[in-house]
């Protein structure tokens, strides 16, 4: 079945450091890949998305590339913010899968000033 | 457009009671899944709905179950509520179509049993 494996944290960065959480996946079919994120007592929003195999995903900052050959979706940004901690999800969604998103455990990011 | 929304934001209930959440998608979309979310199992998929039908479950016992609309509204129930049921209940809805769509999160519902 389907499944998805990021990176356990919580990663503890600097602000302005450069950040990188690996995301791999395991999918029977062609998913679309996604990262969403949730801050403090809020629901989950998507930060980017990418539908096919080398798309590459962008939004305030961030990005991630859709790697085939490696089964791979890791998230980087260049300079982080105080403002980007958050929890972090990277999650498959296919028709192979029946119409559910399947969401990895979650990586805790804090950022200090 | 309004988000989705989800009542109520808290709820406190014991062993044993039954318990109604509810979640509004946003207008115009016609899927709805629900999650479970905890500091320990992470986001566990429930299920989802499309136009009143049940396309996907999780895997869940029996106690949880779900249903949708007319107007694409939905609810989830938990009955014979269990200490582990506690935990962030999530709706989540998605703009119509049949390929994998992205998902529009709701703030959640915490439920605490005890």
């Known amino acids: 079945g389907n499944s998805v494996t990021q990176m356990e944290g919580p990663v503890t960065l600097s602000e302005e450091a450069f950040l990188t959480i690996n995301c791999t996946y395991t999918?029977?079919?062609?998913?679309?890949l996604f990262w969403y994120v949730q801050y403090p007592g809020e629901g989950l929003q998507l930060l980017l998305k990418?539908?096919?195999?080398?798309d590459k995903g962008s939004n305030k900052g961030f990005e991630a590339t859709y790697r085939k050959e490696t089964t791979s979706f890791h998230l980087e940004k260049g300079s982080v913010q105080v403002s980007d901690s958050a929890v972090y999800f990277c999650?498959?969604?296919?028709?192979?899968?029946?119409?559910?998103?399947?969401f990895g455990a979650g990586t805790r990011l804090f950022v200090k000033a | 457009k309004a988000g989705v929304t989800q009542t109520p934001r808290y709820l406190i209930k014991t062993r044993g009671q039954q318990v109604t959440l509810s979640c509004s998608p946003i207008?115009?979309?016609?899927?709805v899944s629900w999650y479970q979310q905890t500091p320990g199992q992470g986001l566990q998929f429930l299920f989802e709905?499309?136009?009143?039908?049940?396309?996907n479950k999780g895997n869940f016992p029996g106690r949880f179950s779900g249903r949708q609309f007319s107007n694409s509204r939905s609810e989830m129930n938990v009955s014979t509520l269990e200490l582990g049921d506690s935990a962030l209940y999530l709706c989540?809805?998605?703009?119509?179509?049949?390929?994998?769509?992205?998902?529009?999160f709701g703030p959640g519902t915490r439920l605490t049993v005890l």
């Open positions: 989540a809805s998605s703009s119509p179509g049949q390929g994998p769509d992205t998902q529009y």
């Open positions: 999918a029977t079919g062609y998913p679309s």
């Open positions: 990418a539908t096919k195999a080398d």
């Open positions: 999650a498959l969604s296919d028709l192979a899968g029946g119409f559910k998103t399947i």
């Open positions: 207008s115009g979309h016609r899927s």
């Open positions: 709905y499309f136009s009143e039908t049940q396309r």
